[in-house]
């Protein structure tokens, strides 16, 4: 399960940049909707305002426990706000530019590592953090 498509179509609609390189889009063109955790964080409304929490809506196949779980906002400082969720839209370039760029800090991060799917910690670092790494030419 991916977001749900209302959270798809805000995001694109409030989006007429790619997150990571600031490229505008093209009329039609396609904008990858990017879970910057890996695990479709959406904030939990009925928790608001006293407590601000996101409720994983999707986790990949490796942290699928975590499914239905709730994580705090402040579990990713990275974010660097309160969002509604770990939602952004990237350019396919740029898109895939980020997963290499986490599997490469994975790498990095966890001698041995030899899989697929960034850790959510390394992938939000990878996507919150792109133009830092990698700062647009």
């Not at 479709?40 to 994983?56: N, Q």
Request: charged share 25%; glycine share 4%.
């Amino acid at each position: 399960m991916s977001y749900p498509e209302i959270i798809v179509r805000e995001v694109r609609a409030v989006s007429p940049r790619c997150f990571c390189c600031n490229r505008l889009f093209e009329f039609n063109e396609y904008r990858a909707v990017h879970s910057g955790t890996g695990r479709h964080l959406i904030l939990a409304k009925e928790f608001r305002p006293e407590r601000y929490i996101y409720l994983i809506t999707d986790s990949p196949k490796k942290y699928e426990r975590t499914h239905s779980n709730i994580v705090e906002v402040n579990r990713f400082p990275v974010f660097g706000f309160r969002y509604f969720a770990d939602a952004v839209c990237l350019c396919n370039h740029c898109h895939k530019k980020i997963h290499a760029f986490a599997l490469d800090l994975c790498k990095k991060s966890y001698p041995g590592f030899m899989g697929k799917t960034p850790t959510p910690d390394l992938l939000a670092l990878a996507t919150f953090n792109f133009n830092v790494f990698h700062p647009p030419v």
